[in-house]
């Protein structure tokens, strides 16, 4: 199975601060990854597939980015709605597998 | 609102089975491949099972397989996951999931419901 590994687990910001979230990944999975939003009670919500599309209605200030194994999704100036839980997906391979999360705090 | 509405959650004892389900508000279900992915307590994402548009195709977690069994009734427009002899790593939030495909014919979720609670204890 692919592993993944995300980072950090947890993370202090302000509103208007850039913030970014790392997943790693343990093979070369091209753009094979996909972003979600989770708010507690909500349903998660997809932001960012393929590594860097923008899903439909989602805010240009969530971006993605791969550089080999490594991926990125960058808040370029965090707003009080992204307050959340975020999740990496891998999906090159079965089973599709989750980073562990990262929580995005005030 | 177009979103997957799952139902069926409850207090189960060890060994015990349970069914959820899964409907479509605002789309079509049988035009999808569907999964379930659950959440337990204080933990994150971890998909479960898979099953292609026609039901041909399904896929399992390693913790699930030869106890949980996706299916779906397209003329019904009806989407299950049938939970046999459950265990208490089975509590947990289940989330029904539909699927898209990119250009590299990879899957992602870009519909989730909002879960339905299962809780396995004696």
């Known amino acids: 199975d692919i592993q993944i590994t995300q980072s950090p687990s947890s993370l202090s910001a302000s509103v208007g601060d850039r913030v970014t979230i790392t997943c790693r990944t343990s093979q070369i999975i091209w753009n094979s990854v996909n972003w979600y939003q989770h708010k507690p009670g909500k349903a998660p919500e997809l932001l960012i597939y393929?590594?860097?599309i923008l899903q439909a209605g989602v805010p240009p200030r969530f971006s993605g980015d791969v550089t080999g194994s490594e991926f990125t999704l960058t808040i370029s100036s965090l707003q009080p709605d992204d307050y959340a839980t975020y999740y990496c997906?891998?999906?090159?391979?079965?089973?599709?597998?989750f980073g562990q999360g990262t929580r995005l705090e005030i | 609102e177009v979103r997957p509405v799952e139902s069926g959650g409850d207090l189960v004892h060890p060994g015990g089975s349970l069914r959820l389900s899964c409907a479509a508000s605002?789309?079509?279900?049988?035009?999808?491949?569907m999964s379930w992915v659950r959440q337990a307590p204080g933990k994150g994402l971890e998909w479960v099972a898979h099953?292609?548009?026609?039901?041909?195709?399904?896929f399992y977690a390693d913790s699930v397989k030869g106890r949980f069994t996706i299916s779906r009734d397209n003329t019904k427009e009806s989407l299950s996951l049938q939970m046999d002899r459950l265990r208490g790593e089975d509590t947990a939030l289940y989330f029904c999931a539909r699927e898209s495909v990119d250009n590299s014919n990879k899957i992602y979720f870009d519909k989730w419901g909002q879960g339905t609670l299962v809780t396995v204890s004696s």
């Open positions: 605002g789309f079509i279900l049988s035009h999808y491949g």
């Open positions: 393929s590594a860097s």
């Open positions: 099953i292609s548009g026609s039901g041909h195709s399904t």
């Open positions: 997906q891998q999906s090159y391979s079965v089973p599709t597998t």
